[in-house]
């Protein structure tokens, strides 16, 4: 063999062994485990994934019963504002007919005329009887605003706890999605732990409702 067959021999030689390093044929167990892997990859990654979908239902029902609840608080708490400020327009109602009640005694006190007597007088245990059913009004709206302002606070209890609620079942959906990107299982565990912290809350929730 002559010095340049040699040469061109050793460069075959190299490139074939580059080629062979650059492009090498995996061996049937390397290809088995590289399957196992990716088989229980993808398996974690679509069981996170139906969790996550899950979640985020409830998460959804959640959030609609705790605005719900807010907002049922809220008009009963108007309603009680309401009462209350009727209560206090017929508190003055009242206040008024006492003073005028007063003055009618007073006038038919000082007056020397019968008539102009029996004139106030009357007038008088009118604004008395009048007196009477606006104290019983004013009593009754003073109620009604009481009842109405224990019926808000009674619908917003749920409403707190649902608020709490939907925050860890946030925290497991948000622990899954890193899950499935860090391969950590044991974050998993705490995604599920907090989701069912999150739902034991909410079930507590809808029973006080």
């Not at 460069?11 to 990716?38: C, L």
């Not at 504002?81 to 005028?100: E, G, M, N, R, T």
């Amino acid at each position: 063999m002559s010095a340049s067959q040699a040469g061109y021999a050793f460069v075959f030689d190299e490139r074939e062994t580059n080629i062979e390093s650059e492009y090498e044929v995996p061996g049937p167990h390397e290809r088995e485990v590289e399957a196992a892997i990716e088989k229980e990859g993808g398996g974690l990654s679509q069981r996170i994934a139906l969790m996550t979908a899950v979640l985020a239902t409830i998460g959804a029902l959640i959030s609609y019963q705790s605005g719900s609840a807010q907002n049922e608080a809220m008009f009963l708490k108007n309603q009680s504002i309401l009462k209350q400020a009727q209560a206090s327009d017929q508190w003055a109602f009242y206040q008024a007919k006492s003073v005028k009640g007063h003055v009618d005694e007073a006038t038919a006190a000082l007056s020397n005329d019968p008539a102009v007597k029996a004139h106030f007088r009357s007038e008088s245990a009118k604004e008395d009887a009048g007196k009477a059913e606006v104290q019983t009004e004013a009593r009754k709206l003073e109620a009604e605003s009481r009842k109405l302002g224990e019926e808000s606070e009674a619908k917003l209890r749920p409403h707190e706890r649902l608020a709490l609620a939907l925050t860890f079942v946030q925290i497991a959906i948000a622990l899954a999605a890193i899950t499935v990107l860090t391969r950590r299982k044991w974050l998993l565990w705490a995604s599920v732990a907090s989701a069912a912290g999150g739902i034991g809350i909410a079930v507590s929730a809808f029973a006080l409702h």
